[in-house]
């Protein structure tokens, strides 16, 4: 079991069509990140949160952390083909000093 | 003017063989990554060194040795490679690592590991 799980692991939407990822945990994170890796490339940051109940808007991507500090949403309205690619969530705990990343979400959007 | 480099793109090799892989910074970062992408893409820290000095060691076998010569570089060298190491491994840098958190971490594009 991962630290933080992420759903669905696979998302195949039409262009134009909404959709959210989630990311869930049982542990509070002292702040969360979101990424998109696109193929044969590193991930690239999108978002941090740091408060709960943070919402953060990105153009057509929503974040939002819960209230706990244990989940975090990415909304993505009107999808793109350049939507496509491998989100990834990221939680930092309270203590330590590292990124615990998530299981990962592979969206393609078909034109 | 790439910031965060790694070399080689591709690695094919066999069993038993010993690599590395070498990566350079040009952000100024004083923190360095090797993180590890399995087939299933779930990305794990391995190695973190922070001004040259190792902050983070996971549970890595001792096959695998990170060696920081300087603050921009940050080199992993695997000896007696296994079928299991193949993989994708990132290199990532951040500027600090601070009680907040909150600091972005820029990957470079990865290394292929492929052990035959």
Known sequence: TQLLEQSPQFLSIQEGENLTVYCNSSSVFSSLQWYRQEPGEGPVLLVTVVTGGEVKKLKRLTFQFGDARKDSSLHITAAQPGDTGLYLCAGALNTGNQFYFGTGTSLTVIP | ?116
């Open chain 2, 1 to 116: 003017d790439t910031a965060v480099s790694q070399t080689p793109k591709y690695l094919v090799t066999q069993m038993g063989n010993d690599k590395s892989i070498k990566c350079e910074q040009n952000l100024g970062h004083d923190t360095m990554y090797w993180y590890k992408q399995d087939s299933k893409k779930f990305l794990k820290i391995m190695f973190s060194y922070n001004n040259k000095e190792l902050i983070i060691n996971e549970t890595v076998p001792n096959r695998f040795s990170p060696k920081s010569p300087d603050k921009a570089h940050l080199n992993l060298h695997i000896n007696s490679l296994e079928l299991g190491d193949s993989a994708v491994y990132f290199c990532a840098s951040s500027q600090d690592w601070t009680e907040r958190k909150q600091e972005t971490q820029y990957f470079g594009p990865g290394t292929r590991l492929l052990v035959l």
